[in-house]
T-cell receptor, first 114, second 115 residues
C-alpha cells in the first residue's frame, strides 16, 4: 500500500540550531514530493516541491530538501531556525498523473526554544 | 489576490444534526480540493472538482457527505447526519488549472466538533 511516513511526531530545537525533518514514502513509482507548513491559525503553505532533476531543492523561508531515491526519502532541512519556524510540517506525495491529489504524512510539530 | 477562505472557522454540532461547510477558492482557479484531518491522523483527500464537475471523489467516506460546487465557484460540503467520527479539521485547497494542479493553495480549515 502507498504510504508517507514522518517518524517524528514532535521535535524541539533551539533557536539558531539546525533542523532536519524526516520523510519516507512507499509508492509504486517515484511520485511528486512536497513539504507544507502550517502555522497556528493559518492554512497549509507550500515550502518546496520536487518533480524531477536536481535532487536538492530550495524552498521558501530558507528551507531545502533532498530527494534520495535509494532511500525513498525526502528530508527537509534548515541550517538555522528562527522562532517563527515553530509550526507543524507535513510531507506529501502525489502520483504524477493524479491531478494534484495529495497524500500526506501525519505531520511533525516543531517547537523552537530560546 | 485574496486567498482561499473557509466558513465557518469552527462549528460545534450534536450527533445527528446537519452541517454545511463552505469554501471560496482563489478567483479563477478551476481546481478545488477538499481534505480532512481527523484528530491525531494524517490529512486525507476527500474529493476534487474541476470547475463544477467532480473529477475524483474517491476519498469521500460515505453517503452522509455531499459536496457541490455551484457554477464552478464556491463549494459546499454537507454532512448529514453528522456522526462523532466526523469531527476534525476540513481543509479546502485550490489550484489554477491542470498544469498547475500541484500548486495548491490551502484555506485555514474549518474545525468541526460533533458531540
Amino acid at each position: 500500500a502507498q504510504s508517507v511516513t514522518q517518524p517524528d511526531i514532535h521535535i524541539t530545537v533551539s533557536e539558531g540550531a539546525s533542523l532536519e525533518l524526516r520523510c519516507n514514502y512507499s509508492y509504486g513509482a517515484t511520485p511528486y514530493l512536497f513539504w507544507y507548513v502550517q502555522s497556528p491559525g493559518q492554512g497549509l503553505q507550500l515550502l518546496l516541491k520536487y518533480f524531477s532533476g536536481d535532487t536538492l531543492v530550495q524552498g521558501i523561508k530558507g528551507f531545502e530538501a533532498e530527494f534520495k531515491r535509494s532511500q525513498s526519502s525526502f528530508n527537509l532541512r534548515k541550517p538555522s531556525v528562527h522562532w517563527s519556524d515553530a509550526a507543524e510540517y507535513f510531507c506529501a506525495v502525489a502520483a504524477t498523473d493524479s491531478w494534484g491529489k495529495l497524500q500526506f504524512g501525519a505531520g511533525t510539530q516543531v517547537v523552537v526554544t530560546p | 489576490e485574496a486567498g482561499v477562505t473557509q466558513f465557518p472557522s469552527h462549528s460545534v454540532i450534536e450527533k445527528g444534526q446537519t452541517v454545511t461547510l463552505r469554501c471560496d477558492p482563489i478567483s479563477g482557479h478551476d481546481n478545488l480540493y477538499w481534505y480532512r484531518r481527523v484528530m491525531g491522523k494524517e490529512i486525507k483527500f476527500l474529493l476534487h472538482f474541476v470547475k463544477e464537475s467532480k473529477q475524483d471523489e474517491s476519498g469521500m467516506p460515505n453517503n452522509r457527505f455531499l459536496a457541490e460546487r455551484t457554477g464552478g465557484t464556491y463549494s459546499t460540503l454537507k454532512v448529514q447526519p453528522a456522526e462523532l467520527e466526523d469531527s476534525g479539521v476540513y481543509f479546502c485547497a485550490s489550484s489554477r488549472d491542470r498544469g498547475s494542479s500541484y500548486e495548491q493553495y490551502f484555506g485555514p480549515g474549518t474545525r468541526l466538533t460533533v458531540t
